[in-house]
């Protein structure tokens, strides 16, 4: 099973660790005091994990990426991570926790400030979790994140980033790219999937003749930003309907970098809806600076080397503490992947071997 564990899924809303986690944190309101009550699905030396804490991490990955299902494997793989995430936590330190809250402060200052109080508020309840359950979350994960790096015994100097950096001229700079305003009106029954049945054709017709009516309200100088933040259906530039990319990114992206500053679209329909648009500016593009990006760097670098040594690592934790998987199917599930992990690594080996033993055989004769 191929670690890591925190950069799974998007964002900071990813996973929600049990109320008798090893920071000795709990859950505050009702909702979450039903945490209680649930089945134990693992447990190990110092942790539990409990089914709740698992529907809500599926929850919130289908919040932040939901035009892409879940794989069949999304439960067990969900599971490894709240254990290991417990695991490393077991062997932070009170500075490295400290830090954990720390970051969690500005974390979550920063996720509301992002989304805007009503849509953080908005996507919160569909993961299930209160904003106390988020700040739990953030604070192990922060602290986790450092106890893991200091364990490995990774340390990523400027140098090591400015290596990187002068071995890949090129690959850090930003293409040019457009910032729009836009309004959709969805006409689809699931944007999510291109197999969703579409609308009935009355509520179609309607919204065409709906989105006619807002472009000529918007052209005659209504506010846009107005109109988008009260009809705007579309799921990814929410708000005030703003959008940044490169023209390759989005289907209408020729059209966009073909405007003037100011400009608005006609009506454009796709398999999504119905939509126009104002193009505000074209950003040029931007040469990376090493200056700006060493921190970024770093990180990467960082991340790399954790995706390298974690594994092992996480291994000895596991098989430390007992780790036991009471769910019959996801324990069958963990144990076929190290099974079929098992075996590639064998395979791998062999083949390795295998073309050592080329490469150093003695020539053979013509």
Same mark, same amino acid.
């Given at each position: ?10 964002? *900071?809303?990813? #996973? ?27 447990? /190990?030396?110092? $942790? ?51 830090? /954990? ?10 996720? #509301? ?6 849509? $953080? ?50 690959? $850090?700079?930003?293409? +040019? ?63 005030? /309907? ?9 289907? $209408? ?34 040469? /990376?600076?090493?200056? *700006? ?9 960082? #991340? ?19 780790? +036991? ?16 992990? *098992? ?24």
């Amino acid at each position: 099973m191929k670690l890591f564990f925190f950069t799974s899924l998007v964002i *900071a809303l990813l #996973v929600l660790p049990p109320a008798n986690a090893a920071s000795g944190a709990s859950a505050t309101n009702s909702d979450a005091a039903s945490i209680s009550g649930d089945s134990i699905v693992a447990r /190990g030396k110092g $942790f539990e994990i409990k089914r709740r804490a698992m529907d809500q991490v599926l929850a919130t990955a289908r919040v932040n990426d939901p035009k892409h299902p879940l794989p069949p494997d999304a439960e067990m793989r969900i599971l490894a991570q709240l254990i290991e995430i417990q695991l490393v936590l077991q062997k932070a330190t009170d500075a490295e926790k400290e830090e /954990g809250r720390r970051k969690n402060d500005v974390n979550f200052t920063n996720i #509301v400030k992002t989304m805007g109080e009503s849509e $953080f508020n908005r996507q919160l309840k569909e993961t299930l979790m209160t904003p106390d359950d988020l700040r739990l979350m953030l604070f192990q994960e922060e602290a986790a994140q450092t106890t893991l790096t200091r364990q490995l015994g990774i340390k990523v100097t400027d140098a090591d980033a400015r290596k990187y950096f002068d071995d890949n001229p090129g690959a $850090f700079d930003e293409p +040019e790219e457009a910032r729009i305003r836009e309004l959709v009106l969805l006409t689809t029954s699931d944007f999510t999937t291109s197999a969703a049945p579409p609308l009935p054709a009355a509520t179609i017709q309607a919204k065409r003749k709906q989105i006619e009516g807002l472009l000529k309200r918007v052209r005659a100088g209504e506010d846009f930003t107005a109109l988008a933040k009260k009809y705007n259906e579309d799921p990814v530039a929410k708000g005030a /309907g703003e959008l940044t990319f490169s023209r390759e990114q989005m289907e $209408f992206g020729d059209l966009a970098f073909s405007m003037k500053p100011g400009q608005i679209s006609d009506v454009l329909t796709n398999a999504e809806g119905y939509r126009f648009f104002q193009l505000l500016e074209i950003i040029p593009a931007k040469k /990376g600076e090493f200056a *700006a990006l060493s921190d970024k760097l770093k990180k990467m670098l960082t #991340v790399d080397q954790k995706q390298t040594l974690a594994p092992a690592y996480i291994k000895q934790l596991w098989k430390a503490a007992d780790v +036991e998987i009471l769910d019959a199917r996801l324990k069958t599930e963990m144990a076929a992947n190290e099974a079929q992990a *098992a075996e590639a690594a064998k395979a791998r080996a062999e083949f390795e071997a295998g073309m050592a033993k080329e490469t150093n055989a003695p020539p053979q004769p013509q």
